[in-house]
């Protein structure tokens, strides 16, 4: 069609209309911003700073402007995620990683994130603290292993953290494939092997005895940075000790030469911890 054969309108047609929209919005009613259209998409913003004291460790912050709420991905690190404006992350093994932040504006507006990586030189110093030495019979070679205590109380499940209201076995409640894994823990390479003799009770299957191998794998001690400023175990996604669902991240509540005692999160089979539950696992010498 041409262009110039579109028909312009009369003067009485812009007349007609300019009184229409006048009549419409005279019939409007009051305006309440709250309800407006949301504002452009936030811009995530946020810094990665190595700290002085420990370069496998490093300070990050959220530097977005704006109303919003914000979840850091740090795979990888302890911790594996945040929500803080400003957090602590240690990466324990030389590598390179992703720090992702997430935000998302109050207002309705969609979530955002911003990626990017950070480099570590070098794993994190190894030394034979006292904890260790508990731990691996005194950073000694042949290691050490801890098994799941025959007393009342070695599993122990509530809600909370500090509630474990929701069961508590009895003494030698559990089932036999429990009480004879050994989870061994060796000081030189920081070796962490689950010795479960080939099977493991599977929660997610009705607590049936399955053939499973995790075999040998890595571990981190971190001082002070669990629940109260406990020191925490770290082992791999694939691993576990005690039960098949708690999480991999284990505060340690007591620590002697005979007994440990941890708590955790209860996990699904796909890893992920659960929004509510909680482990407490009395482990001994053995």
């Known amino acids: 069609m041409n262009m110039h054969s579109i028909n312009k309108p009369k003067p009485h047609q812009f007349f007609f209309m300019a009184f229409l929209i006048l009549a419409v919005t005279a019939c409007m009613p009051d305006r309440d911003d709250a309800f407006g259209l949301p504002d452009a998409q936030l811009q995530p ?43 602590t992350v240690l990466f324990s093994k030389a590598g390179t990683y992703t720090v992702t932040l997430f935000v998302s504006a109050s207002d309705g507006s969609g979530t955002t994130f911003l990626k990017k990586t950070v480099k570590v030189d070098q794993d994190a110093p190894l030394s034979c603290n006292p904890t260790l030495a508990l731990l691996t019979g005194d950073c000694q070679p042949g290691g050490k292993c801890w098994t799941l205590s025959n007393a009342a109380g070695a599993v122990k499940v509530g809600p909370t953290y500090d ?8 003494a030698g409640g559990l089932q036999s494939a429990q ?108």
């Open 45 to 87: 913003a946020f810094t990665i700073e190595s700290l002085p004291d420990n370069p496998n460790k490093f300070l990050v912050t959220d530097k977005t402007a704006g109303g919003f709420q914000r979840l850091w991905d740090l795979t990888g690190g302890i911790p594996k995620s945040s929500g803080k404006l400003q957090d």
């Open 163 to 170: 509630d474990f209201s929701w069961y508590t076995s009895p």
């Open 179 to 286: 009480y004879d894994d050994r989870f061994c823990f060796a000081f030189q390479g920081l070796v962490f092997e689950n010795k479960n003799n080939g099977a493991s009770v599977n929660p997610w299957d009705g607590y049936k005895v399955v053939p499973y191998n995790p075999g040998k794998s890595d571990f981190t001690l971190i001082e002070g940075t669990g629940i109260s400023g406990r020191d925490q175990l770290l082992i791999p996604d694939n691993q576990f000790m005690g039960v098949w669902d708690a999480d991999n991240l284990l505060d340690i509540v007591k620590l002697t030469a005979t007994q440990l005692i941890v708590r955790t999160r209860i996990r699904a089979q796909n890893g992920t911890p659960n929004p509510e539950g909680w482990f407490e696992l009395t482990f001994v010498k053995n």
